[in-house]
């Protein structure tokens, strides 16, 4: 019988200590150093994800967290403040339509979404509740 006690998710990336200080420094997220050069973070709500290095690491290109926020336009704002870059994508990236304004925010297609990357590349999201 398969009954684990808990489930994290995992993805890796390209530098431990510049993930450890992304998402602990300039996130504000707890980071603990893990077993085997490892790291897990705490994210809001309890959740956690284990980082792992990997030499040959491929920053994920879908995104891999998202963070729900009461208002993306203040997160938006919040996150360049911090030096964080929101506009990655811009309207080729998109069908007709669907792209993001100049702050790098999607509005009127579903819930406003600002995405944004980690110092590894991976893909990242502010998401209205």
């Known amino acids: 019988m398969f009954t684990p006690t808990h489930a994290v998710s995992a993805f890796s990336v390209d530098d431990i200590d510049a993930a450890k200080g992304f998402y602990g420094g300039t996130l504000g997220l707890t980071v603990d150093d893990g077993e085997m050069g490892t790291v897990m ?3 809001p709500g309890g959740a956690q994800v284990l980082l ?5 690491h491929e920053p994920a290109t879908f995104t ?3 963070f729900i926020v009461d208002d993306v336009e203040v997160a938006v704002d919040g996150l360049n403040e911090l030096g964080v870059k929101t506009t990655i ?3 080729s990236d998109f ?3 669907m792209g993001t304004d100049e702050k790098g925010i999607m509005r009127g297609r579903g819930p406003d979404i600002a995405w944004f990357k980690d110092p590894a590349g991976n893909v990242l999201a502010a998401l209205k509740a």
Do not use: H, M, R, S
């Open 95 to 97: 069908p007709p339509g």
């Open 64 to 66: 891999i967290i998202n």
């Open 89 to 91: 994508y811009d309207d």
């Open 52 to 56: 792992y290095a990997k030499p040959n």
């Open 41 to 43: 973070v705490t994210l």
